[in-house]
């Protein structure tokens, strides 16, 4: 019989290769080998690049801001286009945004589904709260959304809510 110390698994230059496999001493040379070729790679890898790297998922990938439409020169055309591109990424996250939200709440409707107009009430809430959001700030600007369009529409929509309230509500009567 074999004791614990024989199956106990060993190191060769970090790869872990078992010291006696019990069946022949073929297997066991192969096993040497395999652990003197790829050893010395499994070693670059955990002392060398892995402390190296940086550590976040692709897919969460951060971009910088980059200055709003507003702060750049009249004649700066590399910012204007930066900002669009910034202008296109941000719809693009706000549109995905709404549609999780909708879809989240059409699958509230279904699961529940005799009672799913009221007990999806708050999803159903926050959805439409999102969908005007999103109706507010990109809504009339059409297929070819420019930052300076946007911002022109923002600044419309602030002098409008100081002079009449609300967008929505109506004009304020002018008293005399």
């Known amino acids: 019989m074999s004791s614990d110390s024989d199956t106990m698994p060993g190191k060769i230059f970090g790869y872990e290769k078992q010291k006696h496999t019990g069946r022949n001493s073929i297997e066991d040379f192969l096993e040497n080998l395999k652990g003197v070729i790829l050893g010395p790679v499994i070693w670059v890898r955990e002392t060398i690049v892995k402390p190296n790297q940086k550590d ?3 897919y969460h990938e951060q971009l910088r801001r980059v ?3 507003d702060q750049c020169y009249d004649d700066d055309r590399l910012c204007k286009w930066e900002a669009n591109q910034q202008l296109i990424r941000d719809k693009l996250i706000d549109s995905n945004i709404l549609s999780i939200l909708r879809q989240r709440y059409e699958d509230c409707r279904i699961y ?9 009430k708050p999803l159903s809430e926050i959805y439409q709260e999102a969908e005007e959001n999103y109706s507010i700030k990109y809504g009339d600007l059409g297929v070819a959304v420019t930052a300076e369009r946007c911002y022109a529409k923002q600044l419309n929509r602030m002098i409008w809510e100081r002079r009449h309230g609300p967008v929505g509500t109506g004009m304020k009567k002018d008293s005399l």
């Open 56 to 58: 976040y998922n692709y």
């Open 67 to 69: 200055p709003t439409v």
């Open 112 to 120: 529940e589904a005799p009672d799913g107009i009221r007990k999806c």
